[in-house]
């Protein structure tokens, strides 16, 4: 069966610091894969996806950028982390149309 | 672009009260639902969904939810609900491309005992 591991669950960064959140799938090939931001009162919003390796979207422009060395790896990334980067990030991958998620990452910048 | 509306964000309830989430959505193709749940300090997980055929679609734990095409609506209902299924409850829009789903703002769901 196919499982999707997301780590760390928790992180506290302080702002300018740089960031590195993996995501690993299992059990399938070449799946598409998803980074989501939750915000309080905002929902859960698509950061980036991919639909194979080195091909990524990004749905809205921010401080972060994503990257997918191999077919079942994906990695979140900043360089210098903003106060309002804050949030809880989930990845997810997808059979279409349905998606999987992994537990998430609480992120805090202080 | 495809949009979620969840008309409340936060809802109280007893036990055995009925329960209905109210989503709407916008979008100009076909679309695939969703209702997915999220327990305090779980992962977000699938409670329904609907592809096609019958509009009304049951989930786990005694959730369904009906489509109405001509409303643009995906409402969750339970006739009772318990004090486990305080959560956050997401709606969400998929029209089968590769760039995921669009969810809604979530719903936060509490039930007192």
């Known amino acids: 069966s196919q499982t999707i591991h997301q780590w760390p669950a928790t992180l506290v960064q302080p702002v300018g610091s740089p960031l590195s959140l993996e995501c690993t799938v299992e059990g399938t090939s070449n799946p598409n894969l998803y980074w989501y931001r939750q915000a309080a009162g905002r929902g859960l919003q698509l950061l980036f996806y991919?639909?194979?390796?080195?091909?990524i979207s990004s749905e809205v422009p921010q401080n972060l950028s994503a990257s997918r060395p191999q077919d079942r790896q994906f990695i979140l990334s900043s360089k210098k982390l903003l106060l309002s980067d804050s949030g809880f990030y989930l990845c997810?991958?997808?059979?279409?149309?349905?998606?999987?998620f992994g537990q998430g990452t609480r992120l805090t910048v202080v | 672009a495809q949009s979620v509306s969840q008309h409340n964000h936060h809802v109280i309830l007893s036990e055995a009260a009925s329960l209905e989430l109210g989503c709407n959505y916008s979008y100009g193709g076909t679309v695939n639902l969703f209702w997915y749940v999220q327990y305090p300090g779980q992962h977000l997980q699938l409670l329904l969904k609907y592809f096609s055929g019958d509009p009304l679609v049951k989930g786990i734990k005694g959730f369904e939810a009906e489509f109405i095409k001509s409303k643009f609506s995906f409402n969750l209902r339970k006739p009772s609900v318990q004090w486990s299924d305080t959560a956050e409850y997401f709606c969400a829009v998929s029209g089968g491309g590769a760039d995921g789903l669009t969810f809604g703002k979530g719903t936060h769901l509490i039930i007192q005992p």
């Open positions: 991919s639909v194979g390796i080195g091909q």
């Open positions: 997810a991958w997808s059979v279409l149309p349905e998606a999987f």
